[in-house]
């Protein structure tokens, strides 16, 4: 498969919004919504299918949710489907699932082989415009959607023939693909059944167990423990983990691999579970160290039942939520939109907080929408945390700055997909949006983004991005302060000062995608000082040993293409701080002078969609 030309998100995108949609779509009778075991509400959109519900039904309620979401980037509905223990779909008729923005599809097995679904579960393009000469059709913005804890026996049967042999997962940002295992056909994490321009731009697999993989036009991709039967093409940055059967990346940058034996620390995402007994629990992985792999019959870890946590609901107060908290109960958030004035705290070692269908918390009033104690064996996961109208200082804060702090390098806190936005429904404003103070943290699958679109766009008077600059603002992503942290697929974009900032001690960041900022107005707008723009990575002046596998910082600097930044990436020059396999890309305007403090050609207008490698900083005599 031939490389693709160089893209642009902003450009590419003819950008549409649908209405927020909160109605839930009609369930079949032998379906179950949000009522878990006759005893727990888990809200209405949450659906339980069991495999006595016929497959039509199934495939019609599933339809008629991608029909509401597929086009609802910006919208306030969020569903979660979960399947019971059995099989669904046979070879006559296939269940072929399609998944649309904030839908979550998991199973409900112990393990991934206890679910099996006959058919498919796929992401396609989206085709933007209705001229049929030019569609439009890319997965460029296919964020915020979850696939986990299932097997998948690919059949096409009814679809075309391209289509037919290929589950297509064509996503971007904040998608995850967790303990998953397809048979009988091939994995393609592009849609090349549309007419094009068909980009993508993602994404993150872990725990998985994979068939031959096509990377097609994917800008960068992380596999984390997990398997794969071969991996074709790559574009800037394909990342392995601790994955059996991944690609040798001694030919680098051509094609671009970074091959990491084993993964150096880990946690797999908790998952709710039905028992034997019919019981619901939730399964918490125990963190690992060096590991390669799925970790499907590992059986350390923690199952909680589903009896110690608080389930949660759009509507709830904090207080409430936050005396549960206290006396010693977990946090389930069911999906939705919560609207957060004060902050959520978790303060107690080993505390769960899991989110289902991708629940949102919304700051209000400058808030902190979720305030982690710097205590060990804390896990959040499967939450997407906003920025208000009111700016906060923080969105997440994980430890107090200058507080007292008890980690644990064998018991980690942990953030599993937990994505941040500034911008994108409705005006954001935060300082910095995740804030880790805390020794001994894991960031596995992060997106930090400061939304380059959105609907703000639309209501923020006439001069569109420009006027996004100085209302939509937000400036630190992500600001490592902890010792000992490290990051397995973090995604920063957009942020108006540094991207990230890492002033801990021996962090370790596996994959790094950034975009700078689209938006600055002028050269003056974008001055770090005497320097030209800020890099998209910076590793603090005092660091003395960090190390990051497979980086990328990107350039498109739509509001003024004369704009240069000095350096992608900023680190201390000392032998203990190492990057490995680096690159910068110019999207179509703007300029990145060098790659890595002075060195490295530029990313200008010559190179448009061609990346400027750095094998290794500092060079490997």
Known sequence: MTRPRPIRRAAAVALTFGLALTVSPALPASAHTGWVAGTQNLGPNVTVFDPSTPVAEIQATLDATYAKQVDNEM????????????????????????????????????????????????????CLSSDPANPNCIALVNFWRTLSNLTVNINGAGQDGCRQTANFWAVSQAVSLRRTQFNGGTLSLMDYCTAGPQYASGGFIADSKLPATTNGSQQQWLTRNSEVASWSNAVWNQVFSGVTGAPDDAAFPDPPYTTLDKTPVSREKPFLFVDAKGKYQVRVPAAKRNTAGSSWDDTSGRTLPLSDFYVAKPGDSVQKINLALAVGKHLLLTPGVYDIARSIEVRRPNTVVLGLGHATLTAVNGSIPLDVAGVPGVVVAGVTIDAGLKESPVLLRVGKKHGLQFSSAANPTTLNDVYFRVGGPHIGKADIALEVNSDNVLIDHTWVWRGDHGVEGFTNGVNGDTDRWRTNTGRYGAVINGDDVTATGLFVEHFQKYNTVWNGERGTTVLYQNELPYDPPTQADWMNGSVEGYAGYKVGNKVKKHQLYGGGVYVFNQNNPSIHTENGFEVPQTPGVKLHHIMTVNLSAGTIDHVVNGVGEAADMTKVGQPVFVTDYPAVP
């Not at 569903?79 to 998944?99: D, M, N, R, S, W």
């Not at 393990?111 to 579960?121: E, F, R, S």
């Open 75 to 126: 919208g306030t509905a969020r569903y979660a489907y979960l399947f019971k223990p059995g099989t669904y779909g046979t070879a006559e008729q296939p269940l072929q699932i399609k998944v649309g923005y904030y839908t979550e599809i998991s199973g409900l097995g112990a393990k991934p082989g206890d679910v099996v679904i006959n058919g498919k579960v796929e992401a396609y393009n989206r």
